[in-house]
Each structure stands twice: as structure tokens, then as C-alpha cells.
């Protein structure tokens, strides 16, 4: 397979923001949200007993029919008649980007029933079809608590409510914040280590730019883990700006002097933002710049003040 083309690849970076809060078991667990399993016939007087399933697939490689074998199959067994049950179904929808229920049209329609204690119970295959982020799980379960609504999944097969369902949901979920973290170190960690080689990584490097390898019928090349191919190709206005940082520290110009002169000009950094001395030093030190002499320069290169690259950045 050919990598005939390069085309920019977006700069992200990681984020994981699914952990909880101290609050967030502070509420959790708080008086009103420990009525786990009680059944005030005050409050269900005013339910309408309705019957939810919920289905959420964020992918193509994700079965929504799997589910819905699911749920059918759990509310046969519970002599529940499937013509009283209401499907919502999010299609293509990621619950890491749109973390609330109501982030997304069907949910939003079945947190407002929930809210208003219409909903005697909620089917769904997983409870990750529901949330994925912490803070959006305990907010969920709490007003599942109040209005006494039952949720049935493979995680929870014997109801929320339920004294062994309310432990399986929280031991999973602790284990799910402990996972995250686990990869948060992971990502940091391998990220460092392929900047100190001088590879790829997800932090802009001023200078270079990551590029996604295009195969000979224009799709990006798949490689190792099913990740797209990346690689670095230096982006010669900014090295022309580089091989000026480099001229100026020969002749004793400090960073922060270096940096003063940048902004002066208006030339941002590979983010936009403004230069500082710690930034000018760091952008030095980076050590994609080893690379450099595997790459072939243009005949010639941009001279101070850079007028091209700041209209670029403008």
C-alpha cells in the first residue's frame, strides 16, 4: 500500500475529565438520595408508569439490534408486554462528547419524563448507552433515587434500586474512574517519550507540522492499533523563524529579549498565543529538531520579519 499524500492532521489533546468530584459522592450519597428501594405511595401516586428502553450507539462498528435483542429479551422475562414500552434510540451519538442525557434528542426526551417522575422503569443493554462521565452518572442515579425509577441493564440485572444493583453500579464505575486514570498516565507517559525521540505526538512542536499519510485511493493509512499513520514534516516558515531564534542566542540575545522581538512584530507562537522566554527556550530544546536533517530545505528561506507567516497567522 502506497503513501502516496500527506494532509494536516487536527492537533488535539487529551483530555479526561470523567473523574469525580468530591461533591459529587457528597450528593450522591446524601440523605434524600438514600431511599434506595423505598416506595413513597405519595410520590408514585402522581406516575404515569411508564416504560422506557434506551438505546445509544456512537459508532458503525456498534450493534443497536444487539441491544434492542437486550432489552426485548429482559423485559420478556419480567412478563412486562412489549407493546407498553417506549423506545428512544441516539444514533451516532458519543457519550464522551455529548456527556448529559440531555446533550442528545432522544435522551433529552427521557431525562424530561424522568424529571417530571413520569417513568416507572428504563431499559437499556449497558449503563455506558446512559453515561460515561462520572459526575453525568451520579447525577443521573440521584434523580433515578428521588423519583423512584428503576434502571435494568447487564450491569444492573436486578434493578438500580436494588441494594445489589446500587453496589454493582458503583463498584463498576469506580473501576471505570480508576481505568481512566490509568490511561491519562499512559497517554502522558508514551506522549513523553515520543517527544524525547523526537516522534509524533499530539503537542503542537513550532516548526513541524503533523501530517496524516494519505494511501494511493486518497484514505488515511491505517497502521498499528488501527490508528491512523501520522509522521512530521517541517514547516520551513516557522524554521526560517527558528534558524533567527538560533542566530540571535549565538550573538547573546536572551530569551526573554528573543521573545519581546517576536511579539513586537505580531508573530505568534504554534498555538497562537504570545511568545515568553520559558516558551522561546522550549521550542529550542524540542527535540523533533533532529530531524531536520533528514529533510531538504528550500532554495530560499523567509527572512526577518516574517511577513508572509504572520498574514498566515492573522
Not at 438514600?34 to 408508569?49: A, F, P, S, Y
Not at 491519562?184 to 505526538?201: E, H, L, P
Amino acid at each position: 500500500m502506497a503513501a502516496a499524500v500527506l494532509r494536516p492532521s487536527e492537533t488535539k489533546s487529551p483530555t479526561f475529565d470523567n473523574q469525580s468530584q468530591s461533591s459529587d459522592w457528597a450528593n450522591l450519597y446524601s440523605g434524600v438520595n438514600l431511599q434506595i428501594g423505598v416506595r413513597d405511595n405519595v410520590e408514585t401516586m402522581h406516575k404515569n408508569n411508564r416504560i422506557m428502553a434506551y438505546i445509544r450507539d456512537s459508532t458503525t462498528d456498534q450493534n443497536p439490534e444487539m441491544q434492542k435483542t437486550w432489552v426485548l429479551a429482559t423485559i420478556a422475562s419480567k412478563g412486562i408486554n412489549p407493546d407498553d414500552v417506549e423506545w428512544f434510540i441516539d444514533h451516532g451519538v458519543s457519550a464522551t462528547k455529548k456527556q448529559q442525557m440531555t446533550d442528545r434528542p432522544e435522551g433529552e426526551k427521557v431525562w424530561k419524563a424522568l424529571k417530571n417522575g413520569e417513568v416507572e422503569s428504563i431499559f437499556c443493554y449497558k449503563l455506558d448507552r446512559l453515561f460515561r462521565k462520572q459526575w453525568a452518572a451520579h447525577k443521573f442515579v440521584a434523580e433515578c433515587q428521588l423519583q423512584n425509577t428503576d434502571v435494568f441493564s447487564i450491569d444492573t440485572p436486578s434493578g438500580l434500586l436494588s441494594d445489589e444493583g446500587f453496589l454493582l453500579y458503583s463498584v463498576n464505575f469506580m473501576m471505570a474512574e480508576m481505568e481512566a486514570r490509568r490511561l491519562a498516565r499512559r497517554t502522558t507517559d508514551g506522549m513523553s517519550q515520543a517527544r524525547n525521540n523526537g516522534g509524533v505526538t499530539t503537542n503542537a512542536v513550532f516548526g513541524w507540522d503533523v501530517m496524516e499519510v494519505i494511501d494511493e485511493n486518497g484514505n488515511p493509512l491505517i497502521g498499528k492499533n488501527d490508528k491512523v499513520v501520522k509522521k512530521m514534516k517541517p514547516n520551513w516558515q516557522e524554521q526560517a523563524v527558528l534558524n533567527w531564534i538560533r542566530e540571535q542566542v549565538s550573538l547573546g540575545k536572551s530569551h526573554n529579549w528573543i521573545a519581546r522581538k517576536l511579539n513586537e512584530i505580531g508573530l505568534k507562537g504554534k498555538k497562537g498565543g504570545k511568545w515568553q522566554s520559558q516558551s522561546v527556550k522550549r521550542t529550542l530544546e524540542s527535540k523533533q529538531h533532529l530531524q531536520i536533517g533528514n529533510e531538504s530545505p528550500p532554495k530560499q528561506m523567509m527572512k526577518w520579519p516574517f511577513t508572509d507567516l504572520r498574514k498566515k497567522q492573522a
